[in-house]
């Protein structure tokens, strides 16, 4: 079973250049999340989502949007690249029910330069 | 103050030891509480759901106290492939079904 697929895995960007992740899950969950983990800070919520067509803010949402058209795929887009950005973001996702699973994609280690 | 606050460690612990975490959570109406375990350079991966009444998994117990809004883990017998971040998971209730992190703790065993 694939589970949750993260393209790219790695990337370099320069400053100012815009880049989009996808996530790809194939669990049919209603929920899917973008985190980034940085050093010291744990996993931090960027953007989530409850159903297809809805998005939402996380703790650290500037510098980002999100997309989900179609429930299987949560896409990340990063408009203008900051070094701020050079992170490690997951993708995740869970069904309902307060005490289902949440399962991550392999992560994306992202450079800005 | 970070809604979910664990110990960072690092926590270097023997062989066979039994190592205990906590973890502190500041939102009363959190609803679903878990353990994940996070291996250098991979994803998070649920070790166990933490229960009202407590839980055992193994090794591995996981307790919860609602009214001093704490979570602890307690591996026993430590193992060398026991070496991870544990992170510890709170989810909000309601619509958001929101997962919140802490930072994790860091146990290191040592042979």
């Known amino acids: 079973n694939a589970g949750v697929t993260q393209t790219p895995k790695f990337r370099v960007l320069k400053t100012g250049q815009s880049m989009t992740l996808l996530c790809a899950q194939d669990m049919n969950h209603e929920y899917m999340y973008w985190y980034r983990q940085d050093p010291g800070m744990g996993l931090r919520l960027i953007h989530y989502s409850v159903g297809e067509g809805t998005t939402a803010k996380g703790e650290v949402p500037d510098g980002y949007n999100v997309s989900r058209l179609k429930k299987q795929n949560f896409l990340l887009g990063l408009e203008s690249a900051a070094p701020s950005q050079t992170s490690v973001y997951f993708c995740?996702?869970?069904?309902?029910?307060?005490?289902?699973?949440?399962?991550f994609g392999q992560g994306t280690r992202l450079t800005v330069v | 103050r970070k809604e979910v606050e664990q110990d960072p460690g690092p926590f270097n612990v023997p062989e066979g030891a039994t190592v205990a975490f906590n973890c502190t959570y500041s939102?009363?109406?959190?609803?679903?509480f878990f353990w994940y375990r996070q291996d250098c350079r991979k994803e998070p991966k649920l070790l166990m759901s933490?229960?009202?009444s407590g839980n055992e998994d193994g090794r591995f117990t996981a307790q919860l106290n609602r009214a001093s809004q704490y979570i602890s883990l307690l591996i026993r017998d430590s193992k060398l492939s026991d070496s991870a971040t544990y992170l510890c998971v709170v989810k909000k209730g309601g619509a958001t079904n929101k997962l919140i992190f802490g930072t994790g703790t860091l146990l290191a065993v040592q042979p």
């Open positions: 933490v229960y009202s």
């Open positions: 939102n009363s109406a959190s609803q679903s």
């Open positions: 995740a996702s869970n069904d309902r029910g307060g005490g289902t699973e949440a399962f």
